[in-house]
């Protein structure tokens, strides 16, 4: 599996012929987000920061919600969790597990809340975690901190923290790794991985933003 990722909770996930794109973001962002095409965008809550279909080429299988899902050569469950925000429409966050390549992956979307024990438990066995990483607007460095040790994952990627030209407000990537007691994390512009080469201990891999 290849993973890059494409500005704030934008990854995209690549196993052999199918490209997986989450939570794709408009303009208003500050930056914009780079043309991929996809076969399955995943989207996290309707905000536009997290489900502007449009800046995704092709023609995608949209999953938008909680659900068991079955698409390609993927297997995608989708986990609603609690949400707090005025707005109805985004009160719903969905964390996504996809299973390929037998690698399970997990896209905490845009979580402002602690898991409850029975949730933790449904993503336990995750072994790449992508998990906000800034400071402002979701569960924030120590609730991320917190469920990285819950979860123990074999391989942590940053995304949703403060990178140039971002209009949000965010925390930086520094403080998290801080919090992860982690330093010397340089960025690489992507990771390949397979079930066979994860590392035997938690590895934080930091993934250069689009330019």
């Known amino acids: 599996m290849e993973i890059v990722w494409l500005g704030h909770s934008a990854v995209r996930l690549r196993s052999g012929d199918t490209t997986v794109i989450t939570d794709p973001y408009a303009d208003s962002l500050g930056v914009t987000m780079p043309r991929h095409r996809a076969d399955i965008v ?117 995304i949703h923290y403060r990178t140039q030209g971002v209009s949000v407000e965010l925390g930086p990537l520094d403080s998290f790794l801080s919090e992860l007691g982690v330093t010397g994390v340089r960025a690489r512009p992507r990771l390949v991985v397979t079930a066979t080469s994860l590392p035997r201990e938690l590895e934080v891999v930091a993934l250069q933003a689009p330019v």
């Open 42 to 158: 995943t989207v996290s809550h309707h905000h536009p920061h997290h489900s502007q279909i449009s800046a995704v080429d092709g023609e995608p299988r949209v999953l938008d919600g909680p659900g068991e899902f079955e698409v390609a050569n993927c297997s995608i469950s989708g986990m609603g969790t609690r949400r707090h925000s005025p707005d109805a429409l985004r009160q719903i966050n969905t964390v996504y597990t996809i299973r390929v390549e037998g690698l399970t992956v997990c896209h905490l979307g845009d979580l402002n809340d602690r898991l409850t024990p029975s949730q933790a438990q449904e993503i336990n066995e995750t072994d790449i975690l992508f998990v906000p990483g800034g400071e402002g607007c979701t569960i924030g460095i120590e609730g991320a901190a917190e469920l990285v040790n819950l979860i123990q994952p074999r391989i942590i990627v940053p």
